[in-house]
Nanobody
Framework: QVQLVESGGGLVQAGGSLRISCAASGRYISNFAMGWFRQAPGKEREFVAT????????LYADSVKGRFTISRDNAKNTVYLQMNSLKPEDTGVYSC?????????????????WGQGTQVTVSS
């Protein structure tokens, strides 16, 4: 089992930056692909970014490409999402997910473990 706990969310003005973290416990995540998803009120959960076990491969949703950066520190068993140039439409609950596979995917049902999420609110 892998437990994932997100932190770092909060309220930020449009144009600002925020870094959220996902700390894993229970197992080392060095063999896991990791991902970030978000869900806005009244909307489906959507893919944001994913990173391979080594960090060599990443994928981003078109809506965040060039603004968000996913990274990982396997020694700390932690994954990060650096969010710059934030927009009000980035508001939502951001959840971290782990996939026990060397390949990456954007499909949420292909992830094995999920955190509870952290709220990110961007004011205009």
């Amino acid at each position: 089992q892998v437990q994932l706990v997100e932190s770092g969310g909060g309220l930020v003005q449009a144009g600002g930056s925020l870094r959220i973290s996902c700390a894993a416990s229970g197992r080392y995540i060095s063999n896991f692909a990791m991902g970030w998803f978000r869900q806005a009120p009244g909307k489906e959960r959507e893919f944001v970014a994913t990173i391979s076990w080594s960090g060599a491969n990443t994928l981003y949703a078109d809506s965040v490409k060039g603004r968000f950066t996913i990274s990982r520190d396997n020694a700390k068993n932690t994954v990060y999402l650096q969010m710059n140039s934030l927009k009000p439409e980035d508001t939502g609950v951001y959840s971290c997910a782990a996939r026990y596979d060397l390949t990456i995917t954007v499909i949420n049902r292909e992830f094995d473990y999920w955190g509870q999420g952290t709220q990110v609110t961007v004011s205009s």
